[in-house]
């Protein structure tokens, strides 16, 4: 497409970072929208919330093509005092200048405010969208994040955003100037001569025509090549990722053989897109300049019987240049325009997703500080996916202070229940209480801030250890940071760290180890001082020697409390008030390790499976 | 630059690309005088014959040109895309021969990116450089010396207008560059907010924290925005000046062209010609200095090409074959082995044990103890730093590496399944292997209970790396995967880990009915799952600790006494 830019036409642009990009940056793989109006709408009205831009760039645009249509007729009519036979007529030929120079400097002018406007409007409007889409995001329910791949939602903040913004900035401007321009040439072509203008709009039929075939064919290619390079990726991420295994089985020469064979069918795709491409811009040249060679001939023709002058063809010459050049323009923007209203639909796909909300008004009697912490599952059924249950007809009684063990095989539904309990996801049917008030009647914000939870993947954020710490409360001072820190343990390694307290973590922590990152996990908790506490295996991961330095810092964070442990270690299991072990969605026993043990159930056996044969 | 070689298979579409590309670059040329001639001579000297003669041969002129521009298309097409399939398959052939150190260190998305992306940018360049660098060179230079010769005096404009355009293009470049890898970093800040958000949603909601996040978002959100607007703002100043200098020469030619008229040295259809060159040489101009910004581009990414590219191996293969007698001994003297890059204490010190063929051995310890690391080294995924790994008697640096690893069948912690059905994942073990042998494998592995429940059964499509299927499922399809190889040593790297006892102990007794053999080493963590081996060796801090059967160690090593009563007692490694 950068093959019509190296034409010899006059850099009237619009196009604010015309060098950020490749100049050969095939973008014509797009996806097709569903529902085009309607999107469209969505994405004018945020730019409707920067009205006055949008007013203003209108203004500012429609004043550029006016001065970009005279401009031809000043400079015809300059030249025109040159080829007078009675000689240059001077004064005239300066005045001409004089205001064609006044033209093109207001013209420059504008085109500044152009752009500058054009990048306004775009990077404010991005902006809203941006904020809302994160809005949305932060409320949207586990469910949804939980079922949705993330990688695919990182990339409506960016990739689909980012397209919208290209459009806005470049697209909708010469969309606006390229109809306005077309419109006012053909007037003024017109006006010069209607015989000449149905000459030149006969080679504009014909340059939509070529552009259009062209296009499809360029389409087909570029998409299959981004096929094509998308599998290729797949396969070097699939042999990269698996090479041990690769090599464990000596299968690199089959790799390699696989990757030549896609190789190649990449490069003939690549051959053929390329001649597509790089066809485009000659095969233009020769429709335009047929319709030069016709223009000359008949308007040849016509000044030999006085009808035109030769300015008059001249200035014709320009404005059917004027008149194909929006065209051209507007058949490459329709791609980039597909691309970012399909882009728009996706981020509104997502906005327009549901919310977490509190049913109703909720009880203001509940007092997260005030908890004593007595909980009760009553009569569950659960499923994450209709007709699968996870819980059926689940019972529990916690009692405030309690330390509880969750224990069964992998999908017996233990993280459910602190799905549950939390409201990440909604019960099917029973009740939960706290304190005998149905967890449903109380805000989940009151309801989480009774809750604290410490999960097997740790959570940390890129921002300091202190902020980290002190995640769920902000205002804590730095002698309660410190002396959680010291309660998890945690203080000793922090301590060792080049800035302390203030070194910032890197993305996600990867700059700690593991257990570290578990210390500071329960850290966080140790200061959100919750009534109640979730620890979702949260030693699951760490090796021996530091599980036991948690163990004493769970211990200590524990005590007071109501905990409710999903377990993984017999040795937190061992010390639990109460053991309850779900099967198939159900509590089949409770009791703790003795009783259990002597029940000789299902306890019992996942015991014995675990270390069978030892005894004999 | 070192690529360029990978030209050389295309030289004659190399060499025809910028020969074609001088043809319709000739031809752009020469159009304007044409059409000042038609204008001049035809239009107003008003002879209709030449408009209509030299209309004919502009015609066919620009139908040679458009062909020469269409053909440059393809020879350009053809020399860069097989230049960059050529340096494709190269690149990725050096990939599968890299030693797992040298993968590690580059990480998977980098090589992917290199293979991907840096490969692409480098052959836009070099169709980029076959056609745009020759064809703005021409069109400048040309267009310079069309303009010249159509009046002398026209190159005061040039003269003048140049090199305003030239400083002018470089300052902005030079000061939205550095602006640009500003913008890039706030845009990596957003992301990574949103990356945490998403990925850490239950921890936000849980601490209702939502307000702070969309705060912490909000600042970074406008920090973009504003960034963005400084490099746009700096870069809409651009269009305009540009647009000036051009628009004055535009002026400054008409001005120049009336005195000429007047002195009666040119016509008027001259002054059009020199219009149209002015704007192509100011054109070229822009052009070129886009170019730099583009070979910056290719260069680096040629240079990260270069990086995997030129890269030796540092584990070759060594020539020693051994012949078809089944071995399956294996031992390491004196071995002790550190990662590399990595500083301190070594992983495995001076380790000496020997495994005798067909005896089932077990490598028990903590973690970090140095189980994986030891036998990573008998396939030779690492070599060891000093001592000796020998495989029936022959160190293996002399091995040729296809033998050894035929040798070995290997079952990895994380098993790794790749795209395609059940049948074509346990077939990487032999590729010529029969339908039943693979359910014969599957059946051994244990895995066969469970595919056999598949809807497709064996013909099922494991999706991604088998994500569908649980931890126990993938391993034992791995399982039956390295049993369909038929190897002389199987070593199970902690891979039985996801299997309950019961599916483990039969494993076990269908290993030692079918494959009664072969070596088996056997690393775990369960004490339970070696108790039964012929001989269990402990490792502690990267030293053999203990060896002996179960009942010897109890009684000898405290070690593996302590293991035993944390997994009985207290549970400390045991899982429910």
């Keep these: 497409m950068a093959e019509q830019q190296k034409r010899p036409t006059p850099p009237v642009n619009n196009s604010p970072r015309p060098l950020g990009k490749g100049p050969r940056g095939p973008v014509l793989v797009h996806e097709k929208p569903k529902d085009v109006l309607g999107t469209l709408k969505r994405i004018l009205s945020y730019m409707g919330k920067n009205r006055y831009i949008f007013f203003i760039l209108l203004a500012v645009m429609l004043a550029i093509t006016i001065l970009n249509l005279i401009a031809p007729s000043l400079q015809q009519k300059a030249i025109d005092t040159i080829g007078l036979t009675s000689g240059v007529d001077y004064k005239n030929l300066v005045k001409y200048l004089i205001i064609l120079g006044g033209v093109y400097i207001l013209t420059s002018l504008i085109t500044y405010f152009q752009g500058w406007f054009s990048a306004k409007l775009s990077q404010t409007t991005v902006k809203i969208m941006r904020t809302d889409l994160f809005r949305k995001i932060v409320t949207l329910p586990i469910r949804y994040i939980d079922t949705h791949n993330h990688g695919d939602l990182m990339s409506r903040m960016t990739n689909d955003v980012e397209n919208i913004s290209n459009c806005i900035s470049q697209s909708i401007g010469s969309l606006f100037s390229g109809v306005l321009t077309i419109i006012g040439s053909l007037i003024i072509m017109l006006y010069y001569s209607p015989v000449l203008t149905l000459i030149s709009i006969s080679t504009i039929i014909l340059t939509v025509l070529f552009t259009s075939i062209m296009t499809k064919f360029m389409r087909k290619y570029f998409t299959r090549q981004q096929i094509l390079l998308g599998k290729l990726d797949g396969h070097i991420e699939e042999m990269v990722v698996g090479y041990k295994t690769v090599v464990s089985y000596s299968k690199e020469k089959d790799a390699i053989d696989e990757f030549n064979k896609m190789s190649d069918s990449l490069r003939k795709t690549g051959v053929k897109a390329q001649i597509c491409g790089g066809s485009m811009g000659p095969l233009m040249n020769i429709v335009s300049n047929i319709g030069f060679v016709l223009i000359a001939g008949f308007g040849g023709y016509f000044a030999l019987k006085g009808f035109i002058t030769i300015g008059t063809i001249q200035a014709f010459i320009l404005y059917s240049k004027q008149f194909s050049r929006p065209i051209n323009e507007i058949a490459n923007q329709y791609a980039q325009i597909q691309t970012a209203v399909a882009g728009g639909e996706r981020i509104f796909t997502v906005m327009d997703e549901i919310s977490e909300k509190d049913d109703k008004e909720n009880n203001c009697d509940f007092i997260p500080d005030e908890v004593s912490g007595n909980i009760s599952f009553k009569n569950i059924n659960f499923s994450y996916v209709p007709d699968k249950p996870v819980l059926k007809g689940f019972n529990i009684e916690i009692k405030s202070g309690q330390k509880i063990a969750i224990v069964g095989a992998t999908g017996s539904g233990k993280t459910t229940v602190v799905n549950l309990l939390t409201r990440f996801y909604d019960i099917d049917s029973g009740e939960i209480e706290i304190d005998g008030i149905n967890i449903k009647d109380i805000s989940k914000d009151k309801l989480r801030e009774t809750i604290g939870i410490v999960l097997q993947d740790t959570v940390l954020f890129s921002d300091t250890i202190r902020a980290n710490i002190a995640y769920a409360k902000p205002q804590a001072k730095l002698s309660e940071i410190e002396s959680a820190a010291k309660t998890a343990n945690a203080d000793r390694f922090i301590n060792r760290l080049p800035d302390g307290y203030d070194t910032v973590l890197s993305e996600s922590g990867s700059n700690l180890s593991q257990g570290q990152r578990q210390l500071l996990a329960i850290a966080r908790a140790v200061l959100a001082d919750p009534k109640i506490l979730i620890l979702d295996e949260a030693t699951s991961s760490v090796d021996t020697r530091t599980e036991m330095h948690i163990q004493s810092a769970m211990v200590a964070l524990m005590k007071n409390r109501t905990s409710l442990i999903i377990a993984h270690r017999l040795s937190t299991i061992i010390d639990a008030d109460k053991i309850i072990v779900i099967n198939d969605g159900r509590v089949v026993e409770q009791g703790n390790h003795e009783e259990l043990l002597e029940k000789k159930g299902c306890y019992y056996n996942l015991y014995q499976n675990q270390f069978a044969g030892i005894a004999t | ?576």
Aim: one cysteine or more.
């Design chain 2, 1 to 576: 630059m070192k690529l360029a070689k990978y030209l050389k298979p295309y030289w004659l579409f190399t060499l025809l690309t910028p020969l074609s590309m001088v043809g319709e670059v000739l031809v752009d040329l020469s159009q304007p005088r044409l059409m000042a001639k038609i204008v001049d001579e035809g239009v107003v000297g008003g002879n209709m014959e030449l408009i209509i003669h030299t209309g004919i041969m502009m015609m066919l002129l620009i139908c040679f040109g458009g062909m020469c521009g269409v053909g440059s298309a393809a020879f350009s097409g053809m020399a860069s895309q097989g230049f960059a399939r050529d340096l494709r398959n190269d690149t990725f052939k050096r990939v599968m021969g890299l030693s797992f150190e040298q993968t590690d260190k580059f990480t998977t998305g980098s090589l992917v990116t290199r293979l991907t992306n840096d490969i692409t940018q480098v052959q836009q360049f070099v169709d980029f450089a076959l056609r745009m660098l020759v064809r703005d060179s021409i069109l400048f230079v040309g267009g310079i010396i069309m303009m010249l010769s159509l009046d002398i005096n026209f190159g005061l404009v040039l003269v003048c207008a140049l090199p305003v355009e030239m400083v002018l293009i470089m300052i902005l470049i030079k000061k939205a560059t550095p602006i640009y890898s500003i913008v890039q970093k706030k845009l990596d800040k957003v992301n990574s907010v949103v990356q945490e958000n998403v990925a850490g949603a239950r921890v936000v909601k849980a601490f209702v924290r939502e307000e702070h996040e969309s705060e912490r978002f909000d600042k970074a959100n406008v920090d973009l925005m504003q960034t963005n607007l400084k490099v746009q703002k700096i870069m809409s100043i651009l269009n305009p000046l540009l647009m000036i200098v051009m628009n004055l020469s535009v002026i400054a030619i008409i001005l120049i062209g009336g005195f000429q008229v007047e002195a009666g040295e040119m016509k008027v259809g001259q002054i059009m010609a020199a219009l149209t060159y002015i704007n192509q040489i100011l054109m070229g101009i822009m052009m070129i200095s886009m170019m730099f910004q583009s070979i910056s581009r290719a260069h680096a990414s040629g240079k990260r090409i270069c990086e995997v590219l030129y890269i030796e191996p540092v584990i070759k293969s060594g020539s020693y074959v051994s012949g078809n007698s089944k071995g399956g001994a294996v031992s390491f003297k004196n071995v002790s082995f550190k990662y590399p890059g990595t500083n301190g204490e070594p992983v495995i010190k001076n380790l000496t044990v020997d495994i005798k063929p067909g005896e089932n051995f077990a490598v028990l310890g903590a973690t970090g103890s140095g189980k994986s690391s030891l036998i990573n080294l008998i396939p030779r995924f690492y070599d060891a730093d000093e001592g000796e790994v020998l495989v029936d008697g022959v160190n293996v640096k002399e091995y040729d590496l296809d033998c050894l690893r035929k040798k070995i069948g290997m079952v990895l912690q994380k098993s790794e399944l790749f795209s395609g059905t059940v049948y074509d994942n346990i077939a990487w073990g032999d590729k010529y292997a029969s339908k039943t042998d693979i359910e014969k494998a599957a059946k051994i592995a244990q895995a066969d209970e469970f595919v056999s429940l598949m809807p497709a059964g064996y013909d099922g499509y494991i999706a991604e790396k088998g994500a569908s299927l649980s931890g126990g499922q993938k391993q034992r399809l791995s399982i039956a995967r390295s049993i369909l190889k038929k190897p002389e040593i199987l070593i199970f790297d902690d891979s039985t880990s996801a299997l309950d006892l019961g599916t483990e102990s039969r494993l076990q007794s269908a290993l030692d009915e079918n494959l009664k053999d072969i070596t088996v080493i056997k690393i775990a963590q369960r004490i339970a799952s070696v108790m039964n081996c012929d001989r269990i060796a402990v490792l502690e801090h990267g030293s053999l600790c203990a060896l002996g059967t179960h009942e010897e160690l109890l009684k000898t090593s405290e070690v593996y006494r302590d293991i035993y009563n944390s997994q009985m007692k207290n549970g400390g490694e045991g899982d429910l």
